[in-house]
């Protein structure tokens, strides 16, 4: 897909589709990230980086297939990313979750905006998501404790039109199936939260596709 990296910076730049785009992927009522700050719940805080880069000069993003264990995101597909440590800012801790996970560093400049926050009921997160892009393919050295898999997806896959299937997924540790909208990328089911961020990042490109 020939998108020229000028042309993505200014659509991060434009103002955001937020809670709109959020709602073609969410399966479940949750309350805005306004309505939990303002209540009692003691809330935890994380970033996740969307990352472009080309690869055989396509543009690409990454997402990373999660190891099996006993919490809330077991198994699933997710943005790099994770929880802010003491003392972190939120971009400091993408920055950080980013590298751990996929020997990427980035520099503050390479991120483009922050994008629309939002609640995840499971695990009592409030997760932050940041869009950034690389100019050159990257060397990739994947934590392989906490990546089972890379996915290296081709930004047209999320850009096609009619690209959102239903889904039913088992969750609780395999004891319950739920029904979720998601999309679906190199046979993996990507729903929930990751989902509605990748919503978002499909609105505000939708315009530069051929």
Not at 2 to 10: C, F, K, L, T
Not at 23 to 35: C, T
Not at 148 to 163: F, I, R, S, T, Y
Request: hydrophobic share 40%; charged share 25%.
């Amino acid at each position: 897909m020939q998108i020229s990296v000028d042309a993505i910076r200014s659509a991060f730049r434009t103002e955001l589709p937020g809670i709109q785009a959020h709602d073609r992927l969410m399966n479940y009522e949750r309350p805005s990230v306004e309505e939990v700050l303002k209540s009692e719940r003691n809330v935890r805080e994380s970033a996740v980086t969307f990352l472009l880069y080309p690869e055989a000069e396509i543009w690409h993003f990454v997402l990373l297939k999660r190891h099996d264990y006993s919490g809330a995101h077991s198994g699933q597909v997710g943005l790099p990313g994770g929880s802010l440590d003491p003392g972190e800012t939120e971009l400091e801790a993408a920055q950080r979750e980013l590298h751990e996970e996929t020997g990427i560093q980035l520099p503050e400049s390479a991120y483009l905006n922050r994008l629309t926050p939002l609640y995840i009921p499971p695990s009592n997160f409030i997760v932050q998501p940041f869009a950034a892009l690389l100019d050159k393919e990257p060397s990739w050295h994947f934590d392989k404790r906490e990546v089972k898999k890379a996915l290296h997806v081709p930004l047209a896959e999320l850009l096609v039109l009619d690209n959102v299937y239903d889904e039913k997924v088992l969750i609780n540790a395999g004891r319950m199936r739920l029904d979720v909208k998601c999309f679906r990328f190199h046979d993996e089911v990507v729903w929930g939260a990751t989902a509605m961020i990748l919503s978002e990042c499909k609105q505000i490109l939708s315009n530069l596709a051929p």
